[in-house]
């Protein structure tokens, strides 16, 4: 091998290291693996892991060669190495540095044979790092779960949370309560948006040709152990007391009561749909009765100290006219009715820190100022201010915002031919990540980590789970690992060898290499007559969808594929778009337009009508153009333009678009003037 060769491999190997090292340094030569050396393994039983077991295999007290294997005092999750052409020396603190250890000399493995010379000091800024996986939208193999759990490992993740339970089907089986994996375990159809609006969330059965699965208790056991096995933590969840439609289905009489005393659902003669179907009753005795013997039987199988309860977007409207919930909330001496459930989580808390188990949940659950639950851990899937907010009420917090986090998002823009829901999260914006930003050193010793998410409402199968995983876990993995993605360009490289790793080995990791990235509107800005120029709303833009405010639809920024990137501006029902621009003076203007996007599934149409009018005195206007637009309820995103065309004068030109409803949405970024 010449020199030049070498150092290729050298800079392939150290390609291949995500997430980076913390210090590392290279050196000259190598340590061949292929040749004999002996090993000395002080560090006994804590250091045998099956990243480093092929290390035990050579075992010659006559050779130069020497792998030393020992134990220090580390932090957790750290570990060293000190390669050289004559020795390989591995250092860890605990199990888990010697397993991370392992997965680095398996990245650095020159085709197999040899590791080039090197010293590496490495250690984690977040204790969890983690990626969540939807099982209860579609249901996953073993053999499914196994591959992305050892792609896991080779990134030093260490927690995989796994959504057993919700509305579309009930993953884990529950000795005490059958009719969970007979009946609630499957559903009509597999395609979840038709089932969810079409089919009236009916529920089947496997007997019936029902669409769903379940894992056994052996089943998961079995990966936990394989999990563990690899230095994963699997975290089980269970989704309460909202998202129980299928747990309702089969056992109605968790229900909230009507006016009459009677519960309001029932399988199979009533669908579980219509008023609040998805919420257990807070107030029903039988509730606490039944989720603790389900957290029993889930504690026997999982070995977390976190067992995830949800306890997100629980709609509580059949509280409000409970009997039970009525009185329960005169006993808790509350009118709020969002009480209930946090007396019914404090309730589940306790009996979880009985069993020396701790509770977390979605950020949802936090509770201002409320003491009442010691033992707080927030899951944060919205933004930065929960996180604030959970800190400041005592809460340890994981960050998982959407925003950055949710890479069951579309990672690419549209191809010809698939169906996109404009739900937009490429690999640069994951890169972005900055989970500590905004908050004090003091709020920072708060955060114990991070996560990915993965809902699979429209990822149905092991293809579609690698792709959307893939590289954006990569990215995720960095940041877990060192706080943040510091140099954008290098960890787009690196993340460009692993994708052809993973796709050579059969895993369907997303084509990087031919990413279409954003809508191509949004890449540069747009000059034009109205470029700064001040607007006066007459009727606000929507308070969550500000964009840049009253800048928004003058500044030359075009919106992307992504309503919510923050160049879009929102409007709905009645404050829809109004407003009037002021150009500074009288000018001759010959084309006046804006973009709008459609797209049904989020509520978001083309205007019901727009009318363009200009003025040059500001008090008597004219009208330039008048459009309108049935309401298109069709799945899909789509962006139009509407624009008038001509000569005239003009100093102010309004705008006025109006929604169909409501509950629609309109989007828009510009106002063009030219």
Known sequence: MTATTMLLNVAAALAMLIPAPKQMTTGNGQFVLSKPYRVENTAGDIANNLYLQHLEQADNTMVNQVCIIRQEAMHAEAY???????????????????????????????????????????????????????VSRHFYSLETLKRQIDIMASLKLNRLHLHLTDAAGWRLEIKRYPLLTQIAAWRTVSDWDKWWVEQDRRYSSEADGGYGGYYTQQQMRELVDYAWQRGITIVPEIELPGHSEEVLAVYPQLACMSDTGAVRYSYPHTPVTGYNAGDLCPSNAQTLEFLCHVLDEVMDVFTSTYIHIGGDEANMTAWKTCERCAAMMEQLGTEQVSDLQ?????????????????????????????????????????????????????????????????????????????????????????????????????????????????????????????????????????????????????????????????????????????????????????????????????????????????????????????????????????????????????????????????????????????????????????????????????????????????????????????????????????????
């Open 342 to 674: 946090a007396h019914l989580i404090s309730q589940v808390n306790q009996y979880l820190s009985s069993r020396g188990r701790r509770l977390i949940g979605w950020d949802e659950i936090i509770a201002e100022g409320n003491a009442s639950t010691p033992v707080k851990t927030a899951m944060i899937w919205r933004n930065a201010d929960y996180a604030q907010r959970a800190i400041n009420n005592g809460y340890d917090v994981i960050m998982a915002p959407n925003s950055h986090c949710y890479v069951n998002r579309a990672q690419d823009g549209p191809r010809p031919g698939e169906y996109f829901n404009g739900s937009y999260l490429p690999l640069a914006q994951v890169m972005k990540f900055k989970p500590l930003a905004g908050l004090s050193e003091a709020q920072r010793g708060h955060v114990l980590g991070v996560q990915a998410c993965l809902w699979t409402e429209h990822v149905d199968d092991q293809q579609s789970v690698e792709e959307h995983l893939y590289p954006r876990l990569f990215a995720m993995a960095q940041v877990g690992w060192g706080g943040q993605v510091t140099d954008s360009a290098q960890f787009r490289s690196r993340a460009l060898v692993w994708c052809d790793a993973l796709r050579s080995r059969g895993v369907a990791a997303f084509d990087l290499h031919n990413e279409v990235g954003d809508r191509p509107e949004s890449l540069q800005s747009i000059q034009h007559l109205a470029r700064g120029a001040q607007v006066t709303y007459l009727k606000r833009y929507n308070r969550y969808y500000p964009a840049a405010g009253e800048l928004t639809l003058t500044d030359g920024k075009r919106g992307g594929w992504e309503h919510g990137d923050g160049r879009w501006q929102g409007f709905i029902g009645d404050s829809c778009v109004n407003v009037v621009i002021d150009l500074g003076q009288a000018t001759a203007i010959h084309t006046v337009a804006m973009d709008f996007i459609q797209n049904a599934g989020p509520d978001i149409y083309l205007p019901a009508w727009m009318t363009i009018e200009v003025s040059t005195d500001g008090v008597h206007y004219r009208q330039l153009y008048r459009q309108s637009s049935p309401k298109d309820t069709r799945r899909g995103l789509s962006f139009h333009t509407w624009q008038w065309n001509g000569n005239d004068q003009a100093r102010y030109v309004r705008v006025t678009a109006t929604s169909h409803d409501h509950r629609s949405w309109i989007f828009t970024d510009e106002i063009v003037i030219k």
């Open 80 to 134: 060293g190495l000190h390669i050289t052409p004559d020795t390989l020396l591995v250092t860890a603190g605990d199990r888990e540095g010697f397993i991370h250890a392992g997965q680095t000399l398996q990245l650095l493995q020159l085709s197999g044979q040899a590791l080039p010379a090197c010293d590496i000091q490495d250690a984690p800024e977040f204790g969890w790092r983690g990626c969540m996986i939807d």
